[in-house]
Nanobody
Framework: QVQVVESGGGLVQAGGSLRLSCAASGRIFSADVMGWYRQSPGKQRELVASVTGSARTNYADSVRGRFTISRDNAKNTVYLQMNSLKPEDTAVYYC?????????WGQGTQVTVSS
């Protein structure tokens, strides 16, 4: 069973940048869809960005133009570059691997943006 582990969260001031990484314990296949989700207290988990094996990307309206998702299949890793961070981006960020309709989740990494 493949597992995914996030890293790169932390505390940053508004306007700053962070880069999240998600490493899979096994090979990422071209059919896998990789995504980043986030959840803040009292809110539902929401999709931030996703990328297919053919590099087709999808972004939440709230992050489009500020965040960039990318994947490196050779390294079995997905990244989320977050620029121009805002306090409302504060949340736990989760990596997701969707393979043939089944989801694998990471444990999450905290991102806190101070004003």
């Amino acid at each position: 069973q493949v597992q995914v582990v996030e890293s790169g969260g932390g505390l940053v001031q508004a306007g700053g940048s962070l880069r999240l990484s998600c490493a899979a314990s096994g090979r990422i296949f071209s059919a896998d869809v990789m995504g980043w989700y986030r959840q803040s207290p009292g809110k539902q988990r929401e999709l931030v960005a996703s990328v297919t094996g053919s590099a087709r990307t999808n972004y939440a309206d709230s992050v489009r133009g500020r965040f960039t998702i990318s994947r490196d299949n050779a390294k079995n890793t997905v990244y989320l570059q977050m620029n121009s961070l805002k306090p409302e981006d504060t949340a736990v960020y989760y990596c997701n691997l969707r393979r043939f309709g089944s989801d694998v989740w990471g444990q999450g990494t905290q991102v806190t943006v101070s004003s």
